[in-house]
C-alpha cells in the first residue's frame, strides 16, 4: 500500500511486496511526474521498502523507519526478555506474575489507578522486571523528547541507550539492540521531521473493512478499484 500523507490519501495498492516491482512502480511514477516531489518515505523494517526507495529517489532523500514499528519489536523481544528472567524464578514467584503481562506491556498513561499500583508492587517485588520495564520505557522518551532535532542527535541518544540496555545482559534485549544498530541511521531520521507510518495503519485497517463487509474478495482488481475508490481522493477534495 503507498500512502500520500502530504494529501492524505491512499495513493496505491500493489498485488505483491516484491522489490523488483515497488522499484518498477516507484521510477514510473517518478517520470510520470506523480512522485516527483517526494522529500521522504517512511516505512517498516523491511530492507525491500528502504532499498527501492534509496534506489529510485537516491541518497539526499530521506528513508524514516516508523516508530511505532520499532516499538512493536522492542516489545516482542521485552517479551522474550521476561520469560528469560522468570524461568530463574521460584514456582511460587512465577505464580505471582501469572496473568500481569499486560500490566508490563501496556504505556503507563493507558493503566488504570489500580492497575499502576498493581504495577508498582510488582516492581519492587521483582527489581530486574523493573529495569526491563525502565528500558522500554526510556526508549520511549527518546522518542518523545521535543529537544531532538536531528539524526545525528538522535543516533547519540539510541547509542547510549542499548549502552545501558546491554547491561542486563538479557538475549531478547540484545536482539534488540541489533536491530536497532542494523536501522539506526533510518530511525533516527524520525527526528528531523517526526513523520510516522500512523496513517498507514489507519488505512490498512479501512482497507481491511471492505474485505469484511464484502465476505473477502478473490478479485484483486476489483478490491484495489473498490479501495481507491473509497480512499484514493485528497481529503481537500
Known amino acids: 500500500m503507498i500512502i500520500d500523507h502530504t494529501n492524505k490519501r491512499v495513493l496505491d495498492i500493489l498485488e505483491q511486496r516484491d522489490k523488483g516491482i515497488l522499484v518498477k512502480y516507484l521510477r514510473e511514477k517518478r517520470e510520470e511526474g506523480l512522485l516527483a516531489a517526494v522529500e521522504e518515505v517512511t516505512c517498516d523494517m523491511w530492507d525491500g521498502y528502504s532499498n527501492a526507495a534509496m534506489e529510485v529517489f537516491g541518497a539526499d532523500h530521506r528513508v ?18 521476561r520469560r528469560e528472567i522468570q524461568r530463574g524464578l521460584s514456582k511460587e514467584e512465577a505464580k505471582e506474575l501469572k496473568g500481569t503481562r499486560w500490566l508490563w506491556v501496556k504505556n503507563w ?40 532535532v536531528t539524526a545525528a542527535e538522535g543516533q547519540k541518544r539510541f547509542q547510549a541507550w542499548m ?16 536491530t536497532l544498530t542494523n536501522w ?21 485497517h ?29 481529503a481537500n477534495a
Request: a positive charge; charged letters at 30%; glycine letters at 6%.
Open 64 to 81: 524514516t523507519i516508523d516508530r511505532f514499528h520499532v516499538m512493536k519489536n522492542l516489545q516482542e523481544q521485552l517479551t522474550k526478555a
Open 109 to 148: 498513561d493507558n493503566l488504570t489507578g489500580e492497575e499502576q499500583q498493581e504495577l508498582e508492587a510488582l516492581k519492587k517485588r521483582f527489581p530486574a522486571l523493573k529495569l526491563l520495564a525502565e528500558q522500554r520505557d526510556s526508549l520511549r522518551a527518546i522518542f518523545e523528547d521535543k529537544k531532538i
Open 163 to 178: 549502552e545501558q540496555a546491554r547491561k542486563l545482559g538479557l538475549k531478547g534485549l540484545d536482539a534488540f539492540c541489533n
Open 184 to 204: 539506526r541511521d533510518k530511525i533516527a531520521n524520525y527526528f528531523v521531521t517526526r513523520s510516522s507510518n500512523g496513517r498507514t495503519e489507519g488505512f490498512d
Open 206 to 234: 479501512a482497507l481491511r473493512s471492505i474485505l469484511w463487509r464484502a465476505f473477502g474478495m478473490t478479485n484483486f482488481s476489483h478490491f484495489r478499484l473498490r479501495a481507491l475508490h473509497r480512499f484514493g481522493r485528497p
